[in-house]
């Protein structure tokens, strides 16, 4: 519980569940991803919007390529990367 199987050697996955386990990965990042469930009235029409709205907040590929280039180095990933979100003083 807590990690990603992708981040844990193979040999140490439980046995009966290898396969199921190996059913749940995709691309290159394996099973490493985060899913949301919205549930309500109405969804139906809202999922379109929403969807648009988290689409957004993706990389692209040009910008995951240059993530994976500067991973090591925080402050290049900040200056890459800025916070589109107004930071608020703690004072």
């Known amino acids: 519980m807590g990690r990603w199987w992708d981040t844990v050697p193979r040999e ?3 046995e009966w569940q290898a396969e199921a386990i190996a059913a749940d990965f995709e691309g290159e990042e ?5 899913e949301i469930v919205f549930i309500g009235l109405g969804m139906d029409t809202a ?3 929403i969807t ?3 689409d957004g907040c993706l990389l692209t590929d040009e910008e995951m390529a240059m993530y994976k280039e500067n991973a090591a180095d925080l ?3 900040v ?5 589109p979100l107004p930071v608020k003083s703690m004072q």
């Open 12 to 14: 140490q996955w439980p």
């Open 30 to 34: 394996g099973d490493r991803r985060q």
């Open 47 to 49: 999922r379109a919007e």
């Open 52 to 54: 648009k709205a988290l």
């Open 75 to 77: 402050q290049e990933l």
């Open 79 to 83: 200056n890459r990367f800025p916070n």
